[in-house]
């Protein structure tokens, strides 16, 4: 059964850092490119960062210099590591993975608000 299992949302302050991790399931063959999109509320989803199987990265440029994306191949496990948190980065963060087909998580919530 397809599986990824998201971790590390909460809340945070402005200034603070979060680490998310996504992992997939080994049945998942083929993964090419591993990324984060997110969702605020009342907007659409948007990506956040990706990464492919060889390490080559794309960021948004609203989050370029904070968050760093970085992946384990032998783990099927993709992390994004988020740093000098805004308000405006609350959103829902969703894992994807595609391959031959395209998967999502189900979502963790991260709120940045003092």
């Known amino acids: 059964q397809v599986q990824l299992v998201e971790s590390g949302g909460g809340l945070v302050q402005p200034g603070g850092s979060l680490r998310l991790s996504c992992a997939a399931s080994?049945?998942?063959?083929?993964?090419?490119?591993m990324g984060w999109y997110r969702q605020a509320p009342g907007k659409e989803r948007e990506l956040v960062a990706d990464i492919t199987i060889s390490g080559r990265t794309n960021y948004a440029d609203s989050v370029k210099g904070r968050f760093t994306i970085s992946r384990d191949n032998t783990e099927n496990t993709v992390y994004l590591q988020m740093g000098s948190l805004k308000p405006e980065d609350t959103a829902v963060y969703y894992c994807?993975?595609?391959?031959?087909?395209?998967?999502w998580g189900q979502g963790t919530q991260v709120t940045v608000s003092s």
């Open positions: 080994k049945s998942i063959f083929s993964i090419n490119v």
């Open positions: 994807n993975v595609r391959g031959i087909f395209t998967y």
